[in-house]
């Protein structure tokens, strides 16, 4: 094995994956076809089962068997954030985002012990939106069920972003190449993968409804589990063994990147537990999810989903795709980087650089595309150079330029008061997202031929599958929240049910463009740049649910507490969805986006200043959002909610059988 190791070692030209899917002539286009072909079946298959209404499309009946509902909970959850965004994350933190597969547990939990309370309510009083439960419960028409409709725009808006862009991935590792030119418009191999992928998912959601998501979801998250577990195998037949792998991965990485707070830094303790925690609470109780559970055909057919979910998913996740990371920060070692700009400087260095530091120093003079030109002090992987004063006074000599001297003293303090930037190995482009793709690509087809370039277009599609898989389950919820929280309650309350279900087809349609535009302009890599959690799924994945993690109080509190009232939980959730925003990745985006008038730039710098730990966002939100509903529903504690004493007889009912 240890030979093997070697060859696929030698060697990572930029063709790599080209080159061995070229191997295979139309292998990956037959393989691509008759996948969307089987979910198209299936989305027809879901028509001809359909009947009218709501409860049908919506919920396929409350009919779902547990081997449907296990594996459609385990799609909605896992998707491209499994296969793409936590590798990549791994790739760039290292082993301390690795733990965030302690949430997976987690979410178990949450769907046995808060799954099955849903399901009763929601058939006794016949749910179908989270929203239809929340404003019930609390007697709140309006102010309350919009908040939350809001609540599930803002989740599934980003997750659907998120899974669009991970098909255009896909499609520019499994078909590399220029893209094509219709007419004047030249679209790229990044831009066909997008569309396609909306366009098929949209398709086949409009088409069959709950059933056919579902049904399309036990195919995706079959090829989910498979793709996580065999990539996890792979990893161990690329390093000859399980210990050779352990040990590289001991000594090759940075120091960093096995500790916390992580390679970059932003992974502190403090972090990685409120993620952990919020993260699966709060991904189980979004729109997608709620829904899941009212369509099971009984509470026992969730409680043995949710034990399923959490033995599986968990093994996937520790012995699948956390390998992937790892792996990726030994084979294609990260490169760290200052760069320090020069105003004014020689056009070129009086001195060549020696060679003993040719390798982490170069200079970049002004160019007609740059006023300015650069300094950089920059290695790859492990272990990195200091820049001493011995060294500072060797590139001091190279020349005598004020400009020059000026910008190595300020890289010299940089490179001494702060970390340096994280960036990809040359071979990955940038994208951190992609080490899964660009690994197995490179990596496969040296240890297996050309079975092994068939065997990577199999687990490409595993990709596709997990991100349509999440794509459909939220759009499908979009599409039930806006129709009947928002289009029933306030455009139009004589709707039938026939016409809403056509208005939540057409909001399919709009809110998959919305999207697919989203991820187009996202993709420039100017904006990549300055937004880096643009361009990360993970990133965007967390953001999504810090919002949603503000139902959790109100969840909490119908389930188990009943304490609340409907003003407390509206002024809560308000309060929590403004610290969500503001404490989150959204606010300096608009800040920056409107030019930083000074309103703006001062919120921002006391938001700021206020953050005296670092922890996710959601924490902020509830940190707003639970004392505010307390305190509302203490002075407002005449008003008790109209299905407060329905709820605790039928849970207590429930709870006695």
């Not at 061995?20 to 691509?32: M, S």
């Not at 919009?146 to 998120?162: C, E, K, Q, R, S």
């Not at 055909?297 to 949710?306: D, E, F, G, I, P």
């Not at 505010?628 to 709820?647: I, K, M």
């Amino acid at each position: 094995m240890r030979e093997i190791r070697n060859l696929i070692l030698w060697g990572q030209a930029d063709g790599a994956i080209a080159s061995h899917l070229d191997q295979l002539g139309a292998t990956p286009y037959v393989v691509l076809a008759i996948y969307l072909l089987i979910l198209l079946i299936l989305g027809g298959y879901g028509w001809l089962r359909s009947r009218a209404g709501e409860e049908d499309y919506y919920l396929a009946g409350r009919r779902q068997g547990w081997i449907v509902s296990s594996l459609t909970i385990m799609a909605t959850f896992f998707s491209s954030f499994a296969l793409l965004g936590a590798p990549g994350m791994v790739y760039r933190e290292g082993v301390v985002f690795a733990l965030f597969s302690l949430n997976v547990p987690v979410s178990g939990i949450c769907v046995y012990l808060l799954g099955s309370r849903i399901w009763k309510l929601g058939r006794r009083f016949g749910y179908m939106t989270p929203g239809d439960m929340i404003a019930d419960y609390y007697g709140s028409r309006y102010s309350l069920r919009l908040l939350v409709a809001l609540t599930g725009f803002l989740y599934a808006i980003p997750y659907v972003v998120m899974q669009i862009q991970s098909g255009g991935i896909v499609s520019e590792k499994l078909f590399p190449g220029p893209g094509f030119h219709l007419g004047a418009w030249h679209i790229s191999s990044f831009t066909l993968g997008c569309s396609l992928l909306a366009a098929i998912t949209m398709l086949y959601i409009m088409i069959g409804g709950m059933r056919s998501v579902a049904w399309t979801d036990v195919v995706q998250g079959s090829l989910l589990i498979g793709g996580m577990l065999v990539s996890g195998l792979a990893m161990i037949l690329v390093f000859g063994s399980a210990e050779d792998f352990s040990r590289r991965v001991m000594t090759e990485l940075p120091e960093a990147s096995l500790t916390s707070p992580g390679t970059k830094g932003g992974w502190p303790w403090s972090m990685v537990l409120s993620v952990c925690l919020l993260a699966s609470t709060g991904s189980m109780v979004q729109p997608a999810q709620w829904m899941r559970y009212y369509s099971a055909r009984s509470v026992a057919t969730l409680q043995r989903a949710a034990v399923i979910f959490a033995v599986v998913l968990t093994s996937c996740f520790i012995l699948g795709v956390m390998l992937i990371g790892l792996a990726g920060q030994v084979l294609y070692p990260l490169r760290f980087d200052y760069r320090q700009s020069v105003q004014q400087g020689p056009a070129s260095l009086q001195r060549p650089v020696p060679d003993d530091l040719a390798m982490f120093f170069q200079y970049e003079p002004a160019s007609e595309t740059s006023a300015a030109g650069a300094i950089r002090w920059s290695w790859s992987g492990r272990p990195s150079i200091g820049l001493d004063d011995a060294t500072l006074a060797r590139l001091a000599e190279l020349d005598d330029d004020p400009g020059f001297q000026q910008a190595l003293a300020e890289l010299s303090r940089q490179v001494r008061s702060s970390p340096p930037s994280v960036l990809t190995a040359p071979r990955l482009g940038g994208d951190f997202d992609s080490i899964l793709v660009v690994l197995l690509s490179d990596q496969l087809p040296r240890v297996l031929g050309q079975f092994g370039a068939l065997f990577v277009s199999l687990l490409l599609i595993a990709v596709m599958a997990a991100s349509m898989s999440t794509a459909d389950s939220n759009l499908h919820a979009l599409s039930a929240v806006l129709s009947r929280d928002v289009y029933d309650q306030f455009v139009r309350p004589q709707a039938s049910e026939t016409e809403r279900v056509w208005v939540g087809r057409t909001i399919i349609l709009l809110a998959t463009v919305f999207s697919l535009a989203l991820v187009i302009a996202g993709s420039n890599p100017a904006v990549r740049a300055k937004y880096d959690f643009v361009g990360m799924i993970a990133m965007m994945g967390l953001m999504a649910i810090a919002f949603t993690a503000q139902l959790l109080p109100l969840t909490v509190d119908m389930l188990f507490l009943r304490r609340g009232t409907g003003r407390g939980a509206a002024a809560g959730l308000a309060a929590g969805l403004l610290g969500a925003f503001l404490f989150g990745q959204l606010f300096p985006l608009l800040v920056e986006g409107f030019g930083s008038p000074p309103p703006l730039a001062n919120l921002l710098q006391l938001v700021n200043r206020l953050k005296f730990v670092p922890v996710h966002g959601a924490v902020w939100g509830l940190l707003l959002n639970v004392p505010t509903f307390v305190l509302v529903s203490w002075l407002t504690r005449q008003r008790v909610p109209p299905r407060r004493a329905d709820y605790e007889l039928i849970l207590r009912e429930s709870a006695s059988r």
